[in-house]
């Protein structure tokens, strides 16, 4: 029996590979890259058995181990943390579901240069119905020299990211990142527990047929929304229009979508959401960060999402992303018609 060959290119691997091109860096990024690997493999195995509840007991219940079972998106925050933790490059951490920054205490010999901002669970609502989640995390470079890490060092606008990137708990599991020399995808082998390179140099298609958005917030929505949505559904065979709607309502899976097939996503204000439901440090900029990477775009109708201060680790904006020029194009009805600025 002819074994196997394992060639495919491992995200360990690649990583090493590619650690010259890493500013500063030696051999800590890479390290950190490594260590969200290791959670991600974690968190896919719970997430992949979500569904068998009657086996494992339903949240706060104790399962066959002895162990209280906690809400998945708690878990993944825990695996997360606890893997930057013991990776020991880290300085703080700001995460979605803790409402103040996480000081990691500093190894003996020194501090870790970096902070993570991270969605550990995103779109963990839709676990219940078996829908595609994720997790997304974005680094940069501690601007503080030493201790604990401290707010300031989150408050970066996202040109300064070190790396950003997702992992997709889908049909398969998969992580995509960036650190700024162009995006990798990387798939999960669970026969080998590796994630294994299969979308070298991801390119975002200029245009494409899929618009994603939240339909019921239509009468929400600005003028140059509406208008870009009719836009969308106008017939006109010589620009391949209407589009298909499609919004699967786990920010991860849409853009990921996207980004393969080509496409817009937009989360603009709503009555509900002034400044948009969507958080910049660990949804808007690290997906944004890919984006433009990947030759595709990120604005919140004016100018580019990676170039906001943040205010606030929990910060939202308004996004519009994807394909450039459908990007451009949402851009120009916003701007033609939106009297209030998007943002
Ligand atoms: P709505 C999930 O809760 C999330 O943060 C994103 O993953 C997703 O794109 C968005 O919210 C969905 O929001 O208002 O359409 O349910």
Same mark, same amino acid.
């Given at each position: ?10 995200? &360990?691997? %690649? ?15 890479? !390290?950190?890259?490594?260590? $969200? ?28 181990? =002895? ?12 695996? /997360?943390?606890? *893997?930057?933790?013991? =990776? ?12 103040? $920054? ?6 003996? @010999? ?10 550990? #669970? ?10 595609? &989640?994720?997790?997304?995390?974005? $680094?940069?470079? !501690? ?5 604990? =890490?401290?707010?300031? @060092?989150?408050?970066?606008?996202? &040109?300064?990211?070190? *790396?950003?990137?997702?992992?997709? +708990? ?6 995509? +990142?960036?650190?700024?020399? =162009? ?13 294994? #390179? ?22 929400? /929505? ?20 209407? +589009?298909?709607?499609? +919004?699967?309502?786990?920010?991860? *899976?849409? %853009?990921? !979508? ?28 690290? #997906?944004? /960060? ?7 775009? *990120? &604005? ?14 929990? @910060? ?16 120009? /009805? ?10």
């Amino acid at each position: 029996m002819i074994n196997h060959l394992h060639t495919t290119k491992t995200l &360990t691997e %690649f990583i090493i590979e590619k650690q010259a091109d890493f500013r500063y860096s030696k051999g800590e990024l890479t !390290r950190l890259l490594s260590d $969200i690997s290791i959670a991600a493999k974690i968190v896919h195995r719970e997430v992949n058995k979500a569904g068998l509840v009657d086996i494992l007991g339903d949240v706060g219940e104790e399962n066959v181990q =002895g162990e209280v079972v906690q809400k998945l998106d708690v878990y993944a925050n825990n695996q /997360f943390i606890a *893997a930057l933790k013991a =990776g020991g490059e880290v300085c703080a951490i700001a995460s979605e579901e803790n409402e103040e $920054i996480i000081h990691i205490s500093s190894r003996e @010999d020194d501090d870790g240069k970096y902070v993570v901002c991270m969605d550990p #669970l995103d779109g963990s609502s839709n676990i219940d119905s078996n829908v595609s &989640t994720g997790t997304i995390f974005a $680094i940069y470079r !501690r601007t503080s020299l030493s201790g604990k =890490g401290n707010i300031d @060092d989150f408050l970066q606008p996202g &040109t300064e990211l070190v *790396a950003g990137g997702y992992i997709i +708990y889908g049909s398969s599991s998969m992580l995509v +990142y960036t650190t700024g020399n =162009g995006v990798n995808g990387f798939t999960l082998d669970p026969s080998i527990g590796e994630f294994c #390179l299969s979308h070298p140099n991801v390119k975002i298609p200029a245009n494409g047929r899929i618009y994603s958005i939240n339909q019921g917030y239509f009468e929400h /929505f600005p003028e140059g929304i509406k208008k870009y949505l009719r836009y969308c559904q106008e017939d006109d065979e010589k620009t391949n229009r209407p +589009y298909s709607l499609r +919004y699967i309502g786990s920010m991860v *899976a849409d %853009f990921h !979508r996207n980004m393969i097939k080509g496409g817009i996503f937009l989360y603009p204000t709503t009555i509900s959401a002034p400044k948009g439901k969507l958080r910049l440090l660990y949804e808007c900029n690290p #997906l944004a /960060f890919i984006a433009e990477q990947a030759g595709g775009k *990120a &604005t919140y109708g004016s100018n580019r999402i990676l170039e906001v201060v943040p205010t606030g680790i929990h @910060d939202r904006v308004p996004i519009i992303i994807g394909s450039s020029e459908m990007v451009e194009k949402a851009e120009d /009805f916003l701007q033609q018609y939106s009297t209030v600025a998007v943002s």
